[in-house]
């Protein structure tokens, strides 16, 4: 079983910058994308962006021109970069690791880190 291990999050002023991480335990070997989920209280998680992996990236709207989704496969790493911080932002941010699973005939998430918890001041 792959465990995934987020660390960056903490306290900023609206405006500023993080950088999230996540570090899996071993290869995954039928990966087929690694992506970051947020959940604020009271609120569904969202999808934050996905990286596939071939590099292509996606992004939920609200985030779009302010977070870079980037990976390094050899370290089993995802990171998120996070600028121009707005109180909105501010959740438990998840990492999570897309697998393909031979019975369905697709990629589902398949593995969850434990959450790093990002708080944006105004």
């Known amino acids: 079983q792959v465990q995934l291990v987020e660390s960056g999050g903490g306290s900023v002023q609206a405006g500023g910058s993080l950088k999230l991480s996540c570090v899996g335990s071993?290869?995954?070997?039928?990966?087929?994308?690694m992506g970051w989920f947020r959940q604020a209280p009271g609120k569904e998680r969202e999808l934050v962006s996905t990286?596939?992996?071939?590099?292509?990236?996606t992004y939920a709207e609200p985030v779009t021109g302010r977070f870079t989704i980037s990976q390094d496969i050899a370290k089993n790493a995802v990171y998120l970069q996070m600028n121009n911080l707005r109180t909105e932002d501010t959740a438990v941010y998840y990492c999570?690791?897309?697998?393909?699973?031979?019975?369905?005939?697709?990629?589902?998430?398949?593995?969850w880190g434990q959450g790093t918890q990002v708080t944006v001041s105004s």
């Open positions: 071993k290869k995954i070997f039928s990966r087929c994308g």
């Open positions: 990286i596939s992996a071939d590099g292509l990236a």
């Open positions: 999570a690791a897309e697998e393909w699973v031979g019975y369905i005939g697709g990629c589902s998430w398949q593995y």
